[in-house]
C-alpha cells in the first residue's frame, strides 16, 4: 500500500519535450485539445493511466523552472500583495514630497522672488546705514514671517553688502531654502531608485512562468511609478 502511495506521489504530471524535427512538432500540436472543447471532454490518447493533452511551450531559456510550483492562484493573491505594497510605497513618497512641496512655497511667499528690490532700495538712495531704512526693515520682518511683508526686509537684506542682526533670520531662511531644494533634487532621485528596486523585489515573488512576463510586468510597474 506504501508503495502504492509512493508510486502516485511521485508519478510525473507534466513533462516539457523537444523534438528533433518540425514535423514531430506539427504532429504533437494536431493532439492539441480542441479551443472550445467540453469540461468533460477527454482525449483519445493516455500517458500513465491519465488523459494525454498537449500545448505549446514557451523556448527553454524564457521559463523560470523555480516558479513552476506556484499555482495561478498563488500568483494571484501575491499580485495582489504586491500591488498593495507598491501602492502604500508611492502614497507614503506623495505625501513626503508635498510636505517638502509647502516648505518650500512657504519659503517663495515670505521671500517672492518676483519684489522688485531695485526701487525699493532706491526710495532710500541705496543708503543701508539710512535709519529709515533700517527701521522699517525691522518693522517688515514680522509681516514678512507671516507671509505678507512688503518687501522691505526682503530687500534689505538680500542686497545689504553688510551682515545686520536685523538678517538673521533672512539668512538662516535662505540656507534653509538651499537645503531643501538640494533634498529635494536628491529625494526624488534616491526615492525613485529605491521604488524601482523594491519593485523589481516585489514582482519577482510574485513567481511568474517566463522572463517575458515578469520582464514585461517589471516595466510597466516602474513606468506607472
Given at each position: 500500500m506504501i508503495s502504492n502511495q509512493l508510486d502516485a506521489l511521485s508519478r510525473p504530471v507534466a513533462a516539457f519535450i523537444t523534438?528533433?524535427?518540425q514535423e514531430g512538432f506539427e504532429r504533437a500540436c494536431n493532439l492539441k485539445r480542441p479551443k472550445y472543447a467540453k469540461k468533460d471532454f477527454k482525449h483519445k490518447y493516455e500517458f500513465l493511466e491519465a488523459p494525454f493533452h498537449l500545448q505549446e511551450s514557451k523556448e527553454p531559456t524564457n521559463l523560470k523552472w523555480e516558479n513552476w510550483d506556484k499555482t495561478t492562484s498563488m500568483q494571484a493573491k501575491r499580485k495582489y500583495?504586491?500591488?498593495a505594497a507598491i501602492t502604500v510605497l508611492l502614497i507614503g513618497a506623495f505625501i513626503s514630497f508635498y510636505i517638502l512641496k509647502i516648505q518650500t512655497i512657504s519659503n517663495y511667499r515670505k521671500y517672492p522672488p518676483t519684489t522688485d528690490c531695485d526701487t525699493i532700495v532706491n526710495m532710500y538712495n541705496g543708503n543701508f546705514d539710512d535709519p529709515n531704512f533700517i527701521k522699517y526693515a525691522a518693522l517688515d520682518k514680522t509681516n514678512t514671517e507671516d507671509e505678507k511683508g512688503a518687501g522691505i526686509y526682503q530687500c534689505f537684506c538680500?542686497?545689504?553688502?553688510?551682515?545686520?542682526?536685523?538678517?538673521?533670520?533672512?539668512?538662516?531662511d535662505k540656507y534653509k531654502a538651499l537645503a531643501l531644494s538640494q533634498v529635494v533634487t536628491f529625494g526624488i532621485v534616491a526615492v525613485n531608485f529605491i521604488i524601482r528596486t523594491i519593485n523589481i523585489i516585489l514582482i519577482k515573488t510574485i513567481g511568474y512562468y517566463t522572463e517575458s512576463k515578469e520582464a514585461k510586468v517589471i516595466m510597466i510597474s516602474?513606468?506607472?511609478a
Open positions: 523534438f528533433e524535427t500583495a504586491v500591488i538680500q542686497l545689504n553688502p553688510k551682515s545686520s542682526d536685523t538678517c538673521s533670520d533672512f539668512t538662516i516602474i513606468f506607472i
